[in-house]
Nanobody, 123 residues
Framework: QVQLVESGGGLVQAGDSLRLSCAAS????????MGWFRQGPGKEREFVAA????????GYAGSVKDRFTISRDNAKNTVYLQMNSLKPEDTAVYYC????????????????WGQGTQVTVSS
């Protein structure tokens, strides 16, 4: 079992930045690919970013590429999502997720999830 706890969400205005953190415990963190997903009002949960076990490979949704950066610090068992140039369309609950094996974009393939953290971007 892997436990994930997100933090760092909040209320910001358009153009601001936030850094989300996801602290993992319970298993060997470096064995897992990690992902960030989000669910906005009235929308399905969607892929945001993912990172492989070593941090050497990353992937992003087109809507956040060049604005968001995913990273991980295996020594601290933590994955981050740096969000810059935030837009109102980024408003959502952001979830950290983990899966054993390769990273991918499909939420259904991630077996472990955090509780979510709210990000609200005002205009």
């Amino acid at each position: 079992q892997v436990q994930l706890v997100e933090s760092g969400g909040g209320l910001v205005q358009a153009g601001d930045s936030l850094r989300l953190s996801c602290a993992a415990s319970g298993r060997t963190f470096s064995s897992y690919a990690m992902g960030w997903f989000r669910q906005g009002p009235g929308k399905e949960r969607e892929f945001v970013a993912a990172i492989n076990w070593s941090g050497g490979s990353t992937g992003y949704a087109g809507s956040v590429k060049d604005r968001f950066t995913i990273s991980r610090d295996n020594a601290k068992n933590t994955v981050y999502l740096q969000m810059n140039s935030l837009k109102p369309e980024d408003t959502a609950v952001y979830y950290c997720a983990a899966r054993y094996g390769s990273m991918n974009r499909e939420a259904s393939t991630y077996g472990y999830w955090g509780q979510g953290t709210q990000v609200t971007v005002s205009s």
